[in-house]
């Protein structure tokens, strides 16, 4: 099911993007504002959860509303980006490093955080991979406003895709191509 909606979402952004042309805007505030946002929140979650993970005595019980707090993060940044995809009538923005650099920072931040608390606190999988979702999605809307978005995201995360893959985040590394 969920893999039908991620899969659904791809084929609506690829269908989309070519059959629209590019949109020349240098202006990709609206963007960087949602993606910032998203990154402020994780920021202040994510020391949480390291503490956590360092105290030596944190149990699943203690991270899993942080890491519902990560997902709430996400599907707020999926609304706000839904909502200017929907504002563009289905024009596509010339691709903006800032874009991927600032969701690959936060993509890299939630990927080592999760993993030091999965190796440190048993329980965490269902959790995390609950993740795998909206980040894709997260993902697959950038790529629907700004042109080669996944793939500068792609090359940015690659160092940590071993670790997207042992947190079961498998559709994030589809999406991205690794």
Request: charged residues 10%; glycine residues 8%; aromatic residues 2%.
């Amino acid at each position: 099911m969920k893999f039908g909606y991620i899969a659904s979402l791809l084929l609506a952004v690829t269908v989309g993007t070519s059959a629209v042309s590019v949109q020349p805007r240098d202006d990709n505030s609206d963007i960087m504002a949602v993606l910032q946002d998203f990154q402020a929140t994780t920021e202040t979650i994510l020391p949480q959860i390291t503490a956590f993970a360092q105290s030596g005595n944190a149990t699943a019980a203690d991270v899993m509303p942080l890491i519902g707090e990560l997902n709430t993060a996400a599907h707020t940044a999926i609304d706000a980006l839904t909502d200017i995809r929907s504002s563009t009538n289905g024009a596509v923005r010339p691709s903006d490093p800032e874009v991927a650099n600032i969701m690959s920072s936060t993509l890299n931040d939630i990927t080592t955080t999760l993993s030091a608390a999965k190796a440190s606190i048993p329980g965490l999988d269902a959790q995390i991979v609950a993740l795998d979702d909206p980040i894709t999605t997260i993902l697959m809307l950038l790529e629907g406003l700004v042109m080669g978005t996944l793939t500068l995201i792609g090359i940015s995360v690659v160092g940590v895709s071993v670790l997207l893959l042992t947190l079961g985040l498998g559709l994030v590394l589809a999406t991205l191509g690794l």
